[in-house]
């Protein structure tokens, strides 16, 4: 299982800078360069808002705090460009 911190480095790993993407672009690059196990892919949500992996929250919060840090920046549709 992956911390917030493990995936928060991972998005500073892979994600391109400069370059505005879409959430979804985002889950892949993280998908495809990280070791996801079986309680990554646990629901993340298990009151009935999901069904959605627990890595998607992560990642999601992850943004949010480069975002605070002024290290990327977000448009309302949901895409995000990373600056550092």
Excluded: F, Q
């Excluded at 992996?53 to 977000?74: D, F, M, S, T």
């Amino acid at each position: 299982m992956h911390s917030p911190k493990d995936i928060r480095a991972a998005l500073e790993r892979n994600v391109p800078r400069g370059e505005w993407l879409d959430l979804a672009d985002i889950y892949r690059l993280i998908e495809t360069n990280v070791a996801l196990d079986a309680e990554d892919w646990r629901d993340h949500y298990p009151s009935g808002w999901g069904p959605e992996p627990r890595w998607h929250g992560l990642v999601r919060r992850g943004l949010k705090r480069l975002r605070k840090a002024g290290e990327c920046e977000y448009t309302w549709r949901a895409r995000y460009r990373l600056l550092r």
